[in-house]
């Protein structure tokens, strides 16, 4: 069959080429992968809801089985989505296996992201994938938001009004943008169908074009590796892409897939029957985007109330917390390895890459952004902190408001440290040096060598 | 014979008397004996008479309804005025309960215990009410939530459906009062209750508070177990990490 | 046991998981058997072809060469040259190329302006007017008698109920709490108060009423608004007091609104204060 195909678009030497070429072998290296996976699987989950969702906010009466809905008017979009989880066979699993791998795409997108940070693997030449990495993270992002946001329910409802709050905070250009955004005045009836547009044409073709150029380039400047015996930054020592990557690679895929198909079944989520039809008057508690957006949602809760006014014109309180901190954020995030190059003077290739211990300043900014957003993430949800420590909601805040600044310091502090310590080899427990050789001198006396 | 049809007539005004007034005291008793349970229980606070003092409000005009709730859920009576008021088994036995209702209902006009059915209500309409009015405290799924400083709306599901009612007409704590129908309150119920008995068609409900616990099991189920995958494959035998 | 045993199993669990998925589907499903088998069904299959890489094939480890990625160096003629001489030598038309272009560009991003309307100033005004009776969710005018002593109702313009910039919070005190000033203290017929619904902060609705502290609070990020001074915000990122809207009564001794709310209701934006339109 292979000489079938290659007698029409002669592809045997490319394929030889192709299947012989020479991959690192590090597991870290197939972090990556569980996102593109992840990308597979929410593809193909996303067409089989595309074939029954409705993207029309026109008003419909229930009429299905779910009973504390029946009679009800809600939105076409919502009631497409409760007849797909209650009428649809295999279609309650789908949903979830679809919203289950969204969440595990941007976590692991974020796993894979901190692996190629704390190695160096941004360096030159791999700024331009750097890039596009950084691109694909904000268009997973987005993607995540659209896509919770169609099914019209009370909670990704809320959802979008704080978006276009933060719109509409923007200075001088806020409302006119959020007004060309939605359409018109929130809640507007045009939205949901727009969002629809996004979430299943425009940005799924952005992100497999930067995924392809993503592979692309990989393949061209081929990976890089971690230094060892044999390896330099000349050559390239791994193992081929046939037979061995490949069923790695295959294996890895079947199984991520397994395990968002086991959750997809067996674990609740996103239960928009619980939340009732979104309505513009009604707000129902804890109130939380999903995981990845939990950062900006703390950045809002913990920001104190500061709205400026000089010369008439206002600086709502929205504006820095969710428009101008994640803004700043991937805007350094994005530039990073031209700031380090510059900074450290290195402009050369590298190809092996650095253990994080090797390099403590890097590895230390790195693990204090790891704890400044986590910590955000965490003040996203400070109202479910509260009940479940029965602690005022009050003070929850405030010692988050105090941890933002403290935590990341310390976190960068101590790894600092840490990486110090591993990298010189001086090992220190519990405050004894590391044992040393002791010589004995010809007069008699013993001298500790090192 | 004269004196003899006089001391009968004594005697039989005498036990009238006695009779009559021994059915006076039983009919004093009961509001005695209630009484008597709420200045050993609840006057320290609350006053001889329900007037209030400065560590605990008036009970006159809080009515039947309210101390009925109170005391059922264990709310009451509370040791420690400053302490926050949570749900706990009652202190005090039905009989008890039903006394101090009493009392505390004679010491002004205030809402009645209410009758209560949830089978009545209609479920459409108890989720719409739910989700408008005591969703936003008591969470989506009615499992609780944090409404600022020491108050918390507690979750739902373990509450019987008279103290449910009970709570809403009267409002305890920081809860506002809840000027439902008969109907709209049958409603709800029936809708607490079906929140309460119903299976989650997803699978296991995690909590019910959606997407912080959605997330948390993302990362330390789904990305705990990729990782370790991908380390168990991306790793060669007889070899280490790196 | 062995590894090859093992990746047989793994493909056998695998093919009977989905056909058990095809059985229960067939019966008429249920998700928590489908995901089941399916993740069985995909899981047998990657353990197996998993185990299958890293115990059963024998890959030794190879080297290949890095090609180097800086071109070889001056002298000879770069990639635009040669032919393309046509267009790197006349730098003038290739400039004006360059504007045209760009000029272009820009004409043909204009149409996204069709997306939407411009705000003008319905930022500015809400549904309410000037004797516009106050009406709950289900249609009803309101009395302050309706309204139960620590309570608090939504309330609509009749006619508007459901209206998302107009929806108010009518909240009935005890006499004597309310310490309001200026005209804003005229604006409580019977100490029934009413507030914009809307969160200054994000515009999420403000739907937790503390009774026995008289706060409003926003459970979306817990702005905390004090309902016997004018709501004005006390905890949390809200800077904005919740505007009041301006209540009387009509002749029936109905709830009445006065007029729209004095000022913007929502988030606040930049020319908040300025007035006018956008």
Redo the contacts between chains.
């Keep these: 069959m292979i000489g079938w195909i290659d007698s029409r678009l002669g592809v045997d030497s490319w394929a030889r080429k192709a299947l012989r070429?020479?991959f690192p072998?590090?597991?870290?290296?197939?972090?990556g992968e569980?996102a593109l996976f992840t990308f597979i699987v929410l593809v193909a989950t996303g067409v089989f809801l595309t074939l029954f969702y409705r993207p029309d906010a026109t008003p419909v009466v229930y009429e299905g089985p779910y009973?504390?809905?029946?009679?009800?008017e809600v939105s076409a979009a919502y009631e497409s989505v409760l007849r797909l989880?209650?009428e649809v066979?295999?279609g309650?699993?789908m949903r979830?296996?679809h919203h289950?791998a969204a969440?595990?795409f941007v976590?692991?997108i974020v796993?894979h992201a901190a692996r190629v940070f704390f190695t160096g693997a941004f360096r030159r030449?791999r700024e331009i994938n750097w890039l596009v990495g950084v691109g694909l993270l904000v268009m997973a992002l987005m993607m995540g938001f659209t896509g919770y946001s169609l099914p019209d329910d009370?909670?990704s409802g809320?959802g979008l009004?704080?978006g276009?709050?933060?719109i509409?905070?923007?200075?001088?250009i806020?409302?006119?943008l959020?007004?060309?955004?939605?359409?018109?005045?929130?809640?507007?009836e045009g939205v949901i169908s727009r969002l629809f547009v996004m979430h299943v044409m425009l940005f799924p073709a952005i992100i497999i074009g930067l995924i392809s150029a993503h592979l692309a380039i990989l393949v061209r400047?081929?990976h890089a590796q971690?230094p060892?015996a044999?390896r330099t930054?000349?050559?390239?020592?791994?193992?081929?892409l046939w037979?061995?990557q490949v069923?790695?690679s295959?294996?890895?895929?079947?199984?991520?897939?397994?395990?968002?198909?086991?959750?997809?079944?067996?674990?609740?989520?996103?239960?928009i029957w619980?939340?009732?039809p979104f309505?513009?008057?009604?707000?129902?508690?804890?109130?939380?985007?999903?995981?990845?957006m939990?950062w900006l949602?703390g950045a809002?809760?913990?920001?104190?109330?500061?709205?400026p006014?000089f010369f008439?014109?206002?600086?709502?309180?929205?504006f820095i917390?969710?428009v101008l901190l994640p803004g700043i954020f991937f805007t350094l995030f994005a530039l990073w390895p031209f700031v380090e190059a510059r900074a450290i003077k290195d402009h050369e290739?590298h190809?092996l890459l650095d253990?994080p211990r090797d390099v403590p300043f890097r590895t230390a900014v790195g693990a204090g952004g790891l704890a400044f957003v986590t910590v955000l993430?965490l003040a996203?949800?400070?109202?479910?902190l509260?009940?479940m420590f029965?602690v005022?909601?009050?003070s929850v805040?405030w010692f988050l408001r105090v941890a933002i600044f403290v935590v990341p310091a310390a976190v960068a502090a101590v790894t600092y440290r840490i990486a110090l310590e591993l990298r010189d080899g001086d090992r220190r427990v519990f405050g004894r040096k590391k044992a040393t050789f002791l010589e004995r001198s010809a007069s008699g006396g013993y001298e500790e060598k090192p | 014979m004269r004196g003899a049809t006089l001391t009968a007539v004594a005697v039989i005004v005498f036990v009238g008397a006695s009779l009559g007034s021994g059915v006076a005291r039983a009919q004093e008793d009961p509001m005695r004996e209630a009484r008597d349970l709420f200045v050993s229980n609840c006057a320290s606070c609350h006053g001889a008479d329900g007037q209030g003092t400065e560590a605990g409000p008036s009970l006159q005009g809080v009515g039947e309804a309210s101390a009925d709730f109170q005391l059922r859920t264990g709310r009451m009576p509370l040791s420690n005025p400053d302490a926050p008021t949570l749900r706990k088994p009652p202190a005090f036995d039905e009989d008890e309960i039903a006394l101090l209702v009493a009392y505390v209902g004679s010491l002004g006009v205030g809402p009645e215990i209410p009758r209560v059915d949830p089978e009545s209500g209609e479920?459409?309409q108890?989720?719409?009410l739910f989700?408008?009015h005591c969703?936003?405290?008591h969470?989506?799924?009615a499992t609780?939530?944090?409404v600022?400083?020491?108050a918390?709306a507690p979750g739902l599901h373990e509450s019987s459906p008279l103290t449910v009612a009970e709570a809403m007409i009267t409002g305890p704590g920081e809860m506002p009062v809840f000027a439902f129908s008969e109907g709209e309150r049958n409603s709800i119920l029936r809708?607490v209750e079906?929140l309460r008995t119903t299976e989650?068609?997803?699978?296991?409900?995690?909590g019910?508070?959606?997407?912080?616990s959605?997330?948390?099991?993302?990362?330390v189920?789904?990305?705990l177990?990729?990782?370790l995958?991908?380390?168990v494959?991306?790793?060669?035998r007889g070899e280490k990490?790196? | 046991m062995n590894a090859e045993r093992g990746v047989q199993l793994a493909f056998v669990l695998s093919t009977l998981s989905s056909i058990g998925l095809v059985i229960v589907?067939l019966r008429?499903?249920d998700?928590?058997?489908?995901?089941?088998l399916?993740?069985?069904?995909?899981?047998g299959?990657?353990?197996?072809?998993?185990?299958?890489?890293?115990r059963l094939?024998n890959?030794?480890?190879?080297?290949?060469?890095?090609e180097s990625?800086?071109s070889p160096a001056e002298g000879e003629p770069g990639p635009l040259e040669g032919e393309g001489e046509a267009v790197t030598r006349r730098s003038a038309l290739v400039r004006m190329l360059i504007g045209a272009g760009g000029t272009l560009t820009a004409a043909l991003a204009i149409p996204?302006?069709s997306?939407?309307?411009?705000?003008g100033s319905?930022?500015r005004q809400t549904k309410w007017t000037a004797g516009a009776r106050l009406v709950t969710?289900a249609g009803q005018a309101l009395r302050p008698a309706d309204i139960p002593f620590e309570g608090v109702t939504?309330a609509f313009p009749e006619g508007e109920v459901?209206s998302?910039?107009s929806?108010t919070v009518v909240i009935r005190l005890r006499p004597g709490l309310l310490q309001l000033d200026g005209r804003a203290a005229t604006w409580t017929p019977e100490d029934c108060v009413a507030y914009s619904?809307i969160c200054t902060?994000?515009?999420?609705?403000v739907?937790?009423y503390r009774s026995a502290a008289h706060e409003l609070l926003?459970?979306?990020?817990?702005?905390t608004f004090d309902v016997l001074r004018g709501a004005v915000?006390v905890?949390?990122?809200?800077?904005?007091a919740l505007p009041q809207l301006p209540l009387g009564l009509d002749d029936e001794g109905y709830l009445v609104a006065l007029g729209d709310f004095p000022e913007p209701v929502?988030?606040?934006?930049?020319?908040?204060?300025?007035g006018g339109d956008?």
């Design positions: 070429k020479v072998d590090h597991w870290s290296f197939l972090l569980i009973a504390p809905l029946r009679g009800r989880s209650f066979r295999a309650l699993v979830q296996i289950w969440l595990v976590a692991s796993v030449p009370l909670l809320t009004r704080i276009y709050s933060a509409i905070s923007i200075p001088f806020g409302p006119y959020a007004y060309l955004a939605f359409g018109g005045e929130f809640p507007s400047q081929k971690f060892a044999g930054e000349t050559n390239v020592v791994g193992k081929r037979p061995s069923f790695k295959t294996g890895l895929m079947l199984i991520t897939a397994a395990v968002l198909a086991v959750m997809g079944g067996l674990v609740q989520i996103n239960a619980e939340y009732g309505d513009a008057t009604t707000v129902s508690s804890p109130a939380q985007p999903d995981w990845y939990g949602e809002i809760r913990l920001w104190p109330p500061f709205e006014h008439g014109i206002t600086l709502p309180a929205m917390p969710s290739e190809h253990h993430t996203g949800g400070n109202d479910v509260a009940l029965n005022p909601v009050e805040t | 479920l459409p108890g989720s719409e989700i408008a969703a936003a405290c969470g989506a799924t609780g939530g944090a600022g400083g020491n918390f809708y079906y989650s068609p997803g699978g296991f409900d995690i019910g508070i959606g997407p912080v959605e997330g948390y099991v993302a990362w189920l789904a990305m177990i990729l990782v995958t991908v380390v494959i991306g790793t060669q990490g790196s | 589907y008429g499903g998700p928590q058997l489908e995901g089941l399916l993740g069985a069904g995909l899981g299959l990657g353990i197996g072809i998993a185990v299958w890489a890293t094939m890959s030794p480890e190879v080297t290949e060469d890095r990625l800086v996204t302006l997306l939407g309307p411009t705000p319905s930022l969710a939504t459901g998302a910039d929806q619904k902060h994000a515009g999420c609705p739907g937790l926003c459970p979306c990020h817990q702005s915000p905890f949390g990122p809200a800077a904005r929502g988030p606040s934006f930049w020319n908040l204060e300025r956008e």
